[in-house]
């Protein structure tokens, strides 16, 4: 199957991503991809968990092949499926058959958002017999030692009912990540936008900010990501109130008593 | 109108109180030659105000006459809403102070004043300063501005200003330096060097002992504050440097011309005009003596802390005036008014609310210290309870004999927050683990110890067997949780009444009755038609053939279309299966009412009602709960657990309906707003609550006609922006034009055949849900 070849190829991270590590999550994850366990990486979003699996594949040099769930992702979408070619019936591996056989990483992105029957067909790959079952071509895959599973989820905004499985949950070793600390934090921004660190800082202050408005009506505060944003949009120009209204303030909210209450944090700030 | 008339008027809205005679018609006096219009209008203000207080709706009648002088009346009833929120917020006194500055108020807003009402921009504040202290202080109105450490109090309404963007700076600008403050640890500061000062989370703070101790406490103060003050303006330039620009932006704050003629007043009154007009801090000031030129430098270049300012007040208590008490003037310092972002220094606020901190988290550490004492071996226990009775009848009382908590050896070596606490109690050693030890000391870094009288009374109450809080039952059922208050829509002020309903959740008893046998026997034809019609609409798994793309090949597109190649066709490319979900992802809350209203065979049609429900969503398999309501008085609703939406169904839950049962009045709204609190809780894709009542929504008191109705719309509106439907199945003669208004003319059901309801209701539920 040459095709799949270069397909996997196209998955695999040449470069070094940028990564600063926060605790030592790297460690822990590398001797989980030795032992072959499964990963679940849990934390708000815009925090890192993406490029932490980018680095972690590139570190390992393995391919990477990620799928963002959602509650339409039926189990041949991760296993795979027939297909007609030419009047023939051809069997088409899905991303995570794909992985499996390749010995790669398949990181599920948001694998609460997946419907529960289908998060079922990674228990027996995420447990010590490692194998995938392909019901449909009566075939049954064992991974290969490099091959690793990999889910992440966001246990803040959704509610508490929308949760992993007790069984699910306990298959995998869980790192969890919070957004990184002040100083960290305006590192990664300086080098994500490429702003002056004393910008990045400031930022960061505005965005340490929103997150404690719990309890006042925003469930989730700035991302990493938001602030890297801001800052691209100051570099390419824009001023400094209106990048931040444009990639900070507006995308948290809608209700206009908190939008004005971030706008005063921007004014105060800057 | 006449004076018999509007009197009586006056006893209908307010009964069942009875005022005095002599003080109705007093009250109602300047009336008697007011046109209709304004009769109407304060007989519509009257019953908003009155049930809030007595006090306050007579004191608002004597002053009406003059409000509506400036007043439109078409504006009266939002400034009687105001009026309400003062009294709420800070009594009675505050809101005759309000009605009387009204008229004021009015003309400043007429000229453009740039007035702004600290209600009106609360709700951009509040999370203003959450987010920037990163923490939950609380805003308040108040004749001052200060802060107790927890709530940050603002004057109620700010024109300093022209324009009403500038007034908001300065209510950000106050926040931003009552924050500062707690920040730089202005309250909290201690100096080390004294020794023989006891800290104690009762008593009094360093800081007001320290003041006490100088030679001019309300000098020191002053003076401890303004330096303070400007050690925040340092921070807030470093912190908030956007804020701090605008203010320096703003046409200054006109200081008061220094008139004082005592030198401390003045040297303040100077300082502060320096302050404001941004040459304070350049080193060469002329007019500080060289004390503060000291700290100015030191502030400027080394940063100073709390305990430097100390330092200096205590320099220029000591320096400036040659040790003289009165500063040379041979006068009492007459004290002057801080900044108005500065605010006063109220200690005795702060330490106020540091006692109550004390006690309410001691008290909760008794609690769990008590609970974790009793889960001790029977044999330790008993020895801690008897010591503790030795020490209770023998004479000796000090404290520190009676209990410590000492760190175990470990501490410091080990990771200190996994070594073991020991506690000895009475001598007898008994060590704490895990979270006990970790709120031990939780306890101990915020308030310095942990009083022995806490330890003894935990083990008292472990002896006595720390029952979980059990609320007395009453013959009614038992209350199962503790009151919810619920605020209420009054419509005549367009506000809420804050916290006006109490909630109290009850069980009903779990009846055992031939009910639900009979009623099953009765409709069991019905019962096995209903199951089957369910059965049809539960979730499936459909296959839909012939997709473009799908989970299967679909055979028998793919054999056409080989046979259409063949045949020299064009070939379809539509050779898939895929399973189609409808998965059915809904939960109901049905209400009932249980008003006295319902007695008899209405009563008995609604359980049979539910019973059928019941069954039909068994097979459906949605979620479903159902409560009933009923109450007397604000003070008393009552909702009646039938069925959680997660309880699972069975034979208790139909003993419960067998008990629902005419209680007694009908206030619709706390019902509503508990069920959508409760629905509020599910994650499902659709949330229906489905209300059954016999008629309009009343209670003993005042809700009743017109308020009723609008507080019973308006729970209903705040259930749809929860992203809830609402429904209601009313049985009645007739249909009431009211119920357009309050669900929506498609919302809504009435069945005047009470006898079909049986039959009725799930066929309405299978509509209203496919
Ligand atoms: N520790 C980090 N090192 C380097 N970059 C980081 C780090 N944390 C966050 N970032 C930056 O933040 C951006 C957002 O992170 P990422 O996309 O990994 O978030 P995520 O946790 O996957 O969010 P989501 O749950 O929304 O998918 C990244 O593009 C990266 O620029
Ligand atoms: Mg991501």
Known sequence: MSGAKIRLEEHRIIEEPYYLAQKNEVEIACAAHRRGLPLLLKGPTGCGKTRFMQYLAWKLDRPLITVSCHDDLSTSDLVGRYLIRAGEAVWMDGPLTLAVRAGGICYLDEVVEARKDTTVVIHPLADDRRELPIEKRGELLVAPPEFMLAVSYNPGYQSVLKDLKPSTRQRFVALSFTYPAVEQEAEIVCRESRVDRKLALTLVKLAVMTRSLKDSGLPEGASTRLLIQAGKLIEDGVDIPSACRAAVVEPLSDDPEMLAAIEDMVASLF | ?770
């Open chain 2, 1 to 770: 109108m006449k004076l018999p008339e509007l009197t009586k008027r006056f006893n209908q809205i307010v009964a069942p109180d009875i005022p005095n005679e002599w003080d109705v018609e007093e009250m109602l006096e300047p009336y008697l030659d007011q046109s209709d219009d304004v009769c109407q209008t304060i007989f519509w203000c009257i019953p908003a105000i009155w049930p809030i207080s007595n006090g306050l709706c007579r004191d608002f009648l004597k002053i009406l006459p003059e409000l509506l002088g400036f007043v439109p009346l078409a504006q009266l009833p939002a400034r009687v809403g105001e009026i309400l929120d003062c009294y709420e917020m800070q009594g009675l006194r505050a809101a005759q102070q309000f009605m009387r500055s009204m008229e004021s108020r009015y003309q400043e807003r007429g000229n453009g004043s740039g007035l702004v009402l600290l209600g009106e921009v609360e709700g951009r504040l509040l999370p203003f300063i959450r987010g920037v202290a990163g923490r939950d202080l609380m805003i308040a109105g108040g004749n001052a501005v200060f802060t107790d450490t927890e709530t940050i109090f603002l004057p109620p309404e700010l024109a300093i200003y022209p324009k009403s963007a500038d007034n908001i700076l300065l209510y950000k600008l106050i926040l931003a330096f009552q924050w500062a403050f707690l920040e730089i640890g202005s309250f909290t500061v201690f100096d080390s060097a004294e020794q023989d000062f006891k800290s104690d989370p009762e008593g009094p703070l360093w800081l007001t002992s320290f003041f006490s101790s100088c030679s001019d406490p309300i000098f020191a103060r002053d003076c401890y504050s303004f330096l303070e003050t400007v050690r925040a303006a340092r921070f807030l330039e470093r912190e908030l440097p956007g804020l701090m620009r605008a203010w320096s932006a703003l046409p200054r704050i006109v200081a008061p011309p220094v008139q004082e003629a005592d030198p401390r007043a003045t040297l303040l009154l100077e300082l502060q005009a320096e302050l404001l007009n941004g040459s304070l801090l350049q080193i060469q000031s002329q007019s500080s003596p060289t004390v503060f030129n000291d700290y100015w430098r030191r502030l400027t270049c080394e940063g100073a802390s709390a305990v430097d300012t100390v330092h200096a007040v205590r320099e220029v208590l000591a320096a400036i005036f040659d040790g003289k008490e009165d500063g040379g003037s041979g006068e009492e310092y007459p004290g002057i008014s801080p900044l108005i972002f500065q605010g006063e220094l109220r200690l005795t606020a702060i330490e106020a609310v540091r006692r109550q901190q004390f006690l309410r988290q001691g008290e909760e550490l008794v609690h769990s210290l008590a609970l974790y004492l009793a889960a001790l071996p029977q044999e330790k226990l008993s020895q801690l309870l008897r010591s503790e009775e030795e020490k209770q009848s023998g004479a000796s009382g000090l404290e520190s004999d009676v209990s410590m908590i000492m760190d175990s050896e470990f501490a410091g070596t080990v990771d200190e927050h996994q070594a073991p606490l020991l506690v000895t109690i009475n001598n007898e050693e008994v060590e704490l683990s895990g979270e006990m030890a970790e709120e031990v000391r939780k306890f101990r870094e915020e308030f310095g110890h942990l009083p022995g009288r806490f330890v003894s009374s935990a083990v008292g109450r472990a002896g006595e067997g720390v029952a979980p809080d059990v609320q007395p039952g009453n013959e009614q059922g038992g209350a199962l949780q503790a009151a919810i208050c619920y605020d209420e829509w009054d419509y005549r002020r367009l506000g809420f009444r804050k916290n006006w309903c109490v909630v109290t959740v009850k069980d009903l008893p779990d009846l055992k009755s031939g009910f639900i046998r009979q009623t099953l026997g009765k409709y069991h034809g019905v019962v096995n038609r209903l199951r089957h019609q369910f059965e049809m609409m539960r979730t499936t798994d459909r296959f839909v053939r012939r997709q473009r793309d799908g989970d299967d090949i679909d055979l028998d597109g793919l054999v056409e279309s080989l046979a259409d190649a063949r045949a020299g066709l064009a070939q379809s490319d539509r050779l898939y299966i895929k399973l189609l979900r409808d998965e059915r992802d809904i939960a109901v809350i049905f209400l009932v009412d249980m008003s006295n209203s319902t007695a008899g065979w209405v009563g008995n049609t609604i359980k049979e009602s539910l019973v059928l429900m019941t069954e039909a969503l068994e097979v459906l398999g949605d979620r479903y709960g159902i409560y009933g309501f009923s109450g007397m008085r604000r003070t008393r609703c009552e909702i009646y657990h039938i069925k959680d939406i997660d309880e699972p169904s069975g034979d208790v839950v139909r003993q419960r309906i067998g008990a629902i049962g005419p209680r007694e009045y009908t206030r619709m709204g706390p019902a509503i707003r508990h069920a959508t609190s409760l629905l509020g809780k599910t994650d499902a894709r659709v949330r229906l609550l489905i209300t059954l009542t016999d008629g309009k929504p009343e209670d003993y008191d005042d809700y009743k006609g017109e308020y009723a109705i609008e507080d019973t719309r308006h729970a209903l509106l705040e259930a749809k922006t929860a992203g809830i439907h609402p429904f209601c199945i009313t049985i009645d003669h007739q249909a009431h034009d009211y119920m357009d208004h309050l669900y929506g003319p498609v919302n809504y059901i009435f069945v005047n055949d009470v006898r079909r309801l049986p039959l009725r209701m799930p066929e309405i539920y299978r509509v209203l849900t496919s």
